[in-house]
């Protein structure tokens, strides 16, 4: 069994989109610390060219992960408004963490309806916030036998599989990307940074998928037919192939919404074929996630087995 000690540190670290910064140095800190045990020191790409996101090359790679780094949360508006980034789903009284000018935060989530019958989200804090300061649901990480349950999951557990991968990947190319959360903006320009280089033409896509009635707990890591968008079959027949002769446990999702830095690649100019390769979770984008240790682990086996033999 893994352990899971370095995913509770990325669960702790503010990221929501627009607001990467911190974890994208905690990744860049990691990967200098750790890397020299990896079976191959990638090349790093980072800096203002690249905002915050980060690319790692491996060898002659074919193939890039792309896990993107942000969450959902809210950014603090006029008259103590919350606006959300993304799509969070937290209830009345749920707390909130961030930084302003004048130190840390710490805040409860009000919700009201206007004369109108909207919905209107506030925060109830002891001082006024900075006006566009962003907040994230108050960090949370248990771990039981079967199940971790924290915040962010989504897509921490992307983030961590990808870090996993890194340890053993002799070729390849590893995406941490920014702002899938809300809207996404950041992939194309990586595909164009990492085509010019490299010459890649598929991608997998690490990120946290939910459990539903056909996908389910325990059951493996799940491999998307198709979303909002659909990658084409060719590829994701290969992907399956490969996932079963692995013996990892899978499962196959259908569905008709949702998004994924699958569909900016799709939609970006380049050819470039992906597929969808994440565990579910329940509770998505509320203040606390729930997700199955096995589902983890088969995410981490199946990229494994992917990025062998693609």
């Known amino acids: 069994m893994n352990d899971f000690s370095l995913l509770k540190e990325l669960c702790s670290i503010h990221a929501p989109s627009g ?21 191959r020191k990638p090349k790093i790409y980072y800096g203002s060219r690249l905002q915050d996101c980060i ?7 074919k193939t890039a992960i792309y896990a993107h780094i942000d969450s959902v949360g809210y950014t603090a508006g006029h008259h103590k408004k919350l606006i959300p980034i993304g799509s969070p789903r937290a209830r009345k009284g749920t707390e909130l963490v961030g930084k302003d000018s004048r130190g840390d935060i710490l805040c409860t989530l009000d919700a009201t ?10 925060y109830n804090c002891e001082r006024e916030i900075d006006l566009g300061t962003s907040l994230t649901f108050k960090p949370h990480f248990e771990e039981t036998e079967t199940h971790i349950s924290a915040n962010q999951i989504d897509n921490r557990v992307g ?5 996993k991968i890194a340890e053993k990947l002799r070729n390849g190319i590893i995406v941490f990307s920014c702002y899938e959360e809300h809207g996404g903006g950041t992939v194309p320009f990586l595909q164009r940074f990492i085509n010019k280089r490299y010459r890649i033409k598929q991608a997998l896509i690490a990120d946290i998928t939910w459990v539903t009635e056909d996908v389910l707990d325990g059951k493996g890591c799940a491999i998307s037919a198709r979303d909002s968008l659909i990658p084409r079959k060719q590829y994701v027949d290969r992907i399956i192939d490969i996932a079963r002769r692995s013996g990892v446990p899978y499962q196959i999702e259908v569905e008709q919404s949702g998004g994924s830095d699958g569909s900016s690649l799709q939609l970006s100019s380049y050819a470039i074929d992906w597929c969808f390769v994440g565990a579910p979770q329940y509770n998505p984008h509320e203040p606390i996630e729930k997700i199955n240790k096995s589902d983890i682990n088969s995410m981490l086996n199946l990229y494994s087995a992917l990025m062998k033999e693609l």
């Open 19 to 39: 607001n990467e910064y911190a974890l994208t140095q905690f990744i860049i800190s990691y990967i200098e610390k750790e890397s020299f045990t990896w079976k």
């Open 55 to 61: 690319i790692l090359a491996f060898g002659c790679p």
């Open 159 to 163: 983030v961590w599989t990808a870090l």
């Open 113 to 122: 309806k206007n004369a109108d019958d909207k919905l209107v989200l506030s």
